[in-house]
Nanobody, 123 residues
Framework: QVQLVESGGGLVQAGGSLRLSCAAS????????MGWFRQAPGKEREFVAI???????YYADSVEGRFAISRDNAKNTVYLQMNSLKTDDTAVYYC?????????????????WGRGTQVTVSS
């Protein structure tokens, strides 16, 4: 069993930056790929980024070049650095964990989820 807790959300002006953190506890951190998703009101949950234990990562087209995912295995923590924020980035951001396999773009392929942290980007 894995428990995930997000932090670092808040209110930011367009063009600003935030760094989200996700602290994991329970089973070994290195057994899982760690992903970030986001969900705006009235919309489906959307893939943002993933970091695998082997060191590779992948980003949604909408955030590539602006966001960066990283992980600190010693601290059992994954981060999402968000730069050049846009109003369209406004959403609840969720941390999620999965065993490596097919389907990492879809929320249903992740076993564990945090409760989310609100990111609001104002104009």
């Amino acid at each position: 069993q894995v428990q995930l807790v997000e932090s670092g959300g808040g209110l930011v002006q367009a063009g600003g930056s935030l760094r989200l953190s996700c602290a994991a506890s329970g089973r070994t951190f290195n057994s899982y790929g760690m992903g970030w998703f986001r969900q705006a009101p009235g919309k489906e949950r959307e893939f943002v980024a993933i970091s695998w234990s082997g060191g590779s990562s992948y980003y949604a087209d909408s955030v590539e070049g602006r966001f960066a995912i990283s992980r600190d295995n010693a601290k059992n923590t994954v981060y999402l650095q968000m730069n050049s924020l846009k109003t369209d980035d406004t959403a609840v951001y969720y941390c999620a964990a999965r065993v490596r396999g097919a389907g990492y773009l879809t929320p249903s392929s992740y076993e564990y989820w945090g409760r989310g942290t609100q990111v609001t980007v104002s104009s």
